[in-house]
């Protein structure tokens, strides 16, 4: 038995639907949730053969929904890992802080997670080909992971999202098409054409169930890493919000399985100042969020107006008794300089949102200074090379180099 699957659930009604044909969202409109036998995978598999395995995302795979272990499509994704940042940690006031690297998964960012196990899903379920709009990240993540599995791939992207992805996109042979917009205009534009596209499956954020199960290992990562117990708080940047839902779901399945005992670790969302609608539904105390006009953040990849499952994430915060918090893009892109020249790491600027918001958090007395903290990097640096300016001048080849 490779997988434990045993069917859908609407995130609203917690109705059951079918999960081995292809699906979207549930009548309502809400995303659709995987959920598993776990008693059955209690019983089948242990944490500590889970530890004799590959060190990649498929070694949770009785909690993935690949039924047959011919249909898993990889690039070695997985077990990134969880680096202890005394430096930049004392600098905060948080001895405690820890980073789990995410930008060194195939295609520079954790959007391969959820890529590797949706793809090879929808080839299991016959899919002929994926779409999806994307920030960026996401799409060349699924472009790639689709030319692997032989399936097509149609992106949609801002024409202001990072140009390493576009061309991500396009080296693995997606047909990629740039829009003068945000992502929620490049959905429009992909629902349409997928409605013209028979046997191509939507892909957009929580539009498909099973994204969100390549994201949640990083969840199962985080806590078997730390010996099978989980921090006091984890940060993460939040955009489409598919990665801390993913998260707080691995958390809730872990206590299932008993694999995971005491308190769950406190989850907090991280936005930029430009587009917080997370952090405004928090505070405010709404269930659902309401879109920002001029959404606009350095940290593309959260520019995300309004997110399917807000739902969902302010579930994950408030139940855990975490919290949202904005920070500005100053402040972000001062942290990934910081962290960066104390730790020798360059993060995504989504990530270093994340550590302005230890700062943020540890000044105003929410963290003190004695937690067990991890922050969610999503990505390399390197996708992003327009935050850091270098303005420097040229030697002429017989010159030196001036003595300090």
Same mark, same amino acid.
């Given at each position: 038995m490779y997988s434990t699957l045993s069917h859908l659930e609407c995130s609203r009604d917690g109705s059951r639907h079918d999960a081995d044909v292809v699906q979207g969202t549930s009548p309502l409109g809400a995303p659709l949730l995987a959920r598993y036998d776990l008693e059955r995978a209690a019983a089948t598999v242990t944490p500590a053969e889970i530890g004799t395995r590959a060190p990649d995302l498929w070694r949770y795979h009785e909690l993935l929904p690949v039924r047959d272990p011919a249909h898993v499509v990889t690039l070695g994704e @997985?077990?990134?890992p969880l680096l202890d940042l005394p430096r930049h940690g004392a600098r905060l006031g948080v001895p405690g802080l820890r980073m789990k690297d995410e930008g060194l998964v195939p295609t520079g960012a954790f959007k391969a997670r959820g890529a590797a196990v949706g793809v090879s899903r929808a080839a299991e379920l016959g899919v002929a080909g994926i779409a999806m709009p994307t920030n960026g990240?996401?799409?060349?993540?699924?472009?790639?992971?689709a030319a692997r599995a032989g399936l097509s791939a149609l992106i949609a992207m801002p024409v202001d999202a990072p140009v390493i992805t576009r061309r991500e996109c396009v080296v693995s042979g997606a047909e990629l098409h740039l829009v003068d917009g945000l992502i929620g205009d490049a959905g429009r534009l992909i629902a349409a054409a %997928?409605?013209?596209r028979p046997g191509v499956q939507d892909t957009s954020t929580l539009r498909e169930p099973y994204r969100i199960e390549g994201k949640k290992t990083m969840g199962y990562e985080i806590v078997e890493q730390l010996g099978w117990r989980a921090p006091d708080v984890i940060l993460y940047p939040t955009g489409g919000g598919v990665g801390i839902i993913a998260i707080h779901k691995a958390l809730l399945e872990l206590q299932e399985l008993g694999w995971l005992t005491g308190d769950l670790p406190r989850l907090v969302a991280v936005q930029a100042t430009g587009c917080a609608p997370i952090v405004d539904a928090f505070h405010a105390g709404l269930d659902e969020s309401t879109p920002p006009a001029n959404a606009h953040t350095v940290a593309f990849g959260i520019? %995300?107006?309004?997110?399917?499952g807000d739902f969902l994430v302010l579930d994950a915060v408030r139940s855990t008794?975490?919290?949202?918090v904005a920070v500005t893009d100053e402040d972000l892109l001062a942290a990934q300089a910081a962290l960066a020249r104390d730790e020798g790491t360059w993060v995504c600027p989504e990530g270093a949102a994340c550590f302005a918001a230890v700062a943020q958090l540890r000044e105003a007395g929410w963290l003190d200074g004695s937690e067990d903290v %991890? %922050?969610?990097?999503?990505?390399? @640096?390197l996708i992003y090379p327009d935050t850091v300016p270098?303005?420097?001048?040229?030697?002429p080849k017989d010159g030196a180099i001036p003595a300090r």
């Open positions: @997985g077990m990134t990240n996401a799409g060349a993540a699924w472009a790639c992971y %997928v409605a013209q520019t %995300v107006p309004k997110a399917l008794g975490g919290t949202a %991890v %922050v969610l990097n999503t990505g390399t @640096g270098v303005d420097l001048p040229v030697l």
